[in-house]
């Protein structure tokens, strides 16, 4: 079926697969499934048939990534001016490109107003008056947006719960009046948008729904006739392997009630959704300290600068040995450190795994979002390599940095 399981679990994965891609392509390796990003975007499709769906790249926006899903005809939702140009190089319409600017350096906005230039259908969201202006100062009049402060915040901790956040948009009382002088002065009004928060589960459907509603009062609030209200990402996926999908129905569901009564088009921006269960992480095992008698330190060779989200946001991540015996040995607890001199190195805690041995191959799990794409060179590590699959075969995307990449831009 195109749309395919609602997750594909670490269990999933063929661990004879992923161990000869390591042997061949080397470790730490992001592997990335690009049929299962297809399968993932059409199930938002069917779960949303009406909508205009926007991937938000900032979850991953390499090439193969993007490529793929602007073949499978769906729109995407830029972060900034570099995402924008990544998008349009990818293949995207300008017409399905969405640039969210969030606090936007100068020169993000001077690039994003030139490049809507050659692109008309380009549509910038603005989350403040302050932002407004300063598209008005670069005489941009194309398709605008306003990102609406919902004041109602949900999502997989304080730190994406982005909806109860002020510094996100403009509160939902003022936008009826800016879109109003937004469109006096010449601006194609076109849209409102917020985002709840991300990782939403299906506990946090009644937040999502208060924020909808609060587009529609919106909507209905102002005269400035409206094409769609855009009601953000943030659909999560289980990290944890007992936990269930969420399920996409009734949130579709409530979204299309609050918005019933009105002649607007929709939109969604999810990420993780779109990619997180597509993607896995695999990192060799080469330390293995005992510390206790039934604790041992793992140390890999991914780290906090490979995979940033456990460090960041204390994320779970679920891990499993690759090895071909991990089932005849023995389970321990083991806590799975990287090669980086901080306390916050910590990749997995206290997880019930099969005895490490060095050479092990470990996946991590849900890798596919915020991954790569959070990764960096901090204590000159270069970034790893990722394949893609399709199609039953594989090939490298990205290659692995090498130390003359991390320096390449130092000219003393
Ligand atoms: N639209 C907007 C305006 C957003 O700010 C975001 C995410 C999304 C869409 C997509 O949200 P998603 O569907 O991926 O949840 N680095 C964090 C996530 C930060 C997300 C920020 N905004 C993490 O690793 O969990």
Redesign the pocket.
Known sequence: MRTGPPIRRLADWDAGELQSLVDEHGSPLYVIDLDRVAENAARIQDAFPTAEVHY?A??NAGRAVLERLAAEDIGV?C?SAGEVVRALEAGFAGEHVLY?A?NPPATDLDAVVSLAEDHPGLTITAGARDTVNRLDERGYSGRLAI?VHPGIGA??GD??A?GGDAS?GISAAEVPAVLEGAEARGFDVVGV?A?TG???SNEDNEAHRAVVETLADVVEATNVSLEFVDV?????VPYHPDEPPIDLDPIAEATRNALSHLDVDLAV?????VVADAGVLVTAVNTVKRAGEDHVFAGVDAGMTTLL?PA??D?YHHVRNLASDASERGDTTVTVVGPVCESTDVLAEDRRLPEPIRGDSFAIGNTG??GIE?ANQYTTRPRPAVVALENGAARVVRRREEFSDVTAMEDV
Do not use: I
């Open positions: 938000a900032k979850a939702e972060a969210t969030v990102r999502g997989h730190a994406v982005t996100f948008h985002h991300s990782g939403l953000g990402g943030g659909f999560g921006e999810p990420g993780r959704y989200r960041l946001y994320s979002a915020y959070m």
